[in-house]
């Protein structure tokens, strides 16, 4: 998917469940914009996500800090 179209996506999902409530959907919402913008494949009734490199990266990349690898944790948050 072109850059656009991930940018595109992105914009959906926070469109589409920006306005719910509760930290832990919160949490969902920012993981789900992520992931459109590195390439997974999104959540889906009855469908397998497919995780992207870039996202697997970019997790590791946020969680790293000055204590290590380990220093952030990165929620994935519950769906709506």
């Given amino acids: 998917m072109s850059a656009e ?7 959906n999902v926070a469109f589409r469940y920006g306005g719910i409530d509760g930290v832990h959907h919160k949490q969902w919402l920012i993981d789900q914009m992520v992931r459109a913008l590195t390439g997974c ?4 009734e ?8 870039g996202y697997q990266q970019w997790v590791r990349d946020y969680k790293n800090g ?10 994935e948050g519950i769906a709506p």
């Fill in 66 to 75: 000055e204590d290590g690898p380990d220093t952030y944790t990165w929620e």
């Fill in 41 to 44: 494949t999104l959540e889906a």
């Fill in 46 to 53: 009855g469908v397998q996500e497919v995780e992207s490199l």
């Fill in 5 to 11: 179209g991930r940018i595109d996506e992105a914009l």
